[in-house]
Nanobody, 127 residues
Framework: QVTLVESGGGLVQAGGSLRLSCAASERAFDAYCIGWFRQAPGKEREFVAAIGYSSRYSRYEDSVKGRFFVSRDDARNTAYLEMIGLRPEDTAVYYC????????????????????WGQGTQVTVSK
């Protein structure tokens, strides 16, 4: 069982930046791929970014490419989502999730592929 805890959310003006953290309880953190998802009110949960083992692979949703950057520090059992140039449409609850398998381009974006989820952290971007 892996417990994930997100932090770093908050209220920021458009154009601002935030860094989200995802801390894992699992000592074998490096054996997991980490995905970031978000869910806005009234909308389905959507994929944001993912990072594979040893940062070997990464993938981003098109609307965040060049603005969001995913990374991991396996020594700290923590993954990060650096967000710059935030827009009001980025407002959502952001979740991290863990999966033992890198699913590749065809499935990494699917929430159902991930086994463990955090409780989420709210990101609000004002105009």
């Amino acid at each position: 069982q892996v417990t994930l805890v997100e932090s770093g959310g908050g209220l920021v003006q458009a154009g601002g930046s935030l860094r989200l953290s995802c801390a894992a309880s699992e000592r074998a953190f490096d054996a997991y791929c980490i995905g970031w998802f978000r869910q806005a009110p009234g909308k389905e949960r959507e994929f944001v970014a993912a990072i594979g083992y040893s940062s070997r692979y990464s993938r981003y949703e098109d609307s965040v490419k060049g603005r969001f950057f995913v990374s991991r520090d396996d020594a700290r059992n923590t993954a990060y989502l650096e967000m710059i140039g935030l827009r009001p449409e980025d407002t959502a609850v952001y979740y991290c999730a863990a999966d033992r398998v890198w699913r590749g381009s065809s499935r990494t974006h699917l929430p159902g592929e991930y086994d463990y989820w955090g409780q989420g952290t709210q990101v609000t971007v004002s105009k």
